[in-house]
């Protein structure tokens, strides 16, 4: 069982920062690999970056590549998304998500309750 905790949401402008953390409970982070997702207003979640144990494996969706970069500390249990350069459409419900299997099949068993990021034309 893995429990997710996502922080650092919150109101930007647009071309602003903001860095979002999830932490972990359990023992078993570093066997999974760990997602971020979003939902904005009337829309479906969408899949926006991932990475795998090591850290050393990455991919975002098309929208957000070069302004997002995900990271993980396996010590600290926690996966990281830095987020430069926000857009208003980048406004949305940010969930953190734990999951297992194959680099291009993974299943997200665990999921967090979500941060708000809102950002402001």
């Known amino acids: 069982q893995v429990q997710l905790v996502e922080s650092g949401g919150g109101l930007v402008q647009a071309g602003g920062s903001l860095r979002l953390s999830c932490a972990a409970s359990g023992r078993t982070f570093r066997n999974y690999v760990m997602g971020w997702f979003r939902q904005a207003p009337g829309k479906e979640r969408e899949f926006v970056a991932r990475i795998n144990w090591s850290g050393l494996m990455t991919a975002y969706v098309d929208s957000v590549k070069g302004r997002f970069t995900i990271s993980r500390d396996n010590a600290k249990n926690t996966v990281y998304l830095q987020m430069n350069s926000l857009k208003p459409e980048d406004t949305a419900v940010y969930f953190c998500?734990?999951?297992?299997?194959?680099?291009?099949?993974?299943?997200?068993?665990?999921w967090g309750q979500g941060t708000q990021v809102t950002v402001s034309s």
């Open positions: 998500a734990a999951g297992s299997g194959s680099w291009y099949s993974v299943a997200y068993d665990y």
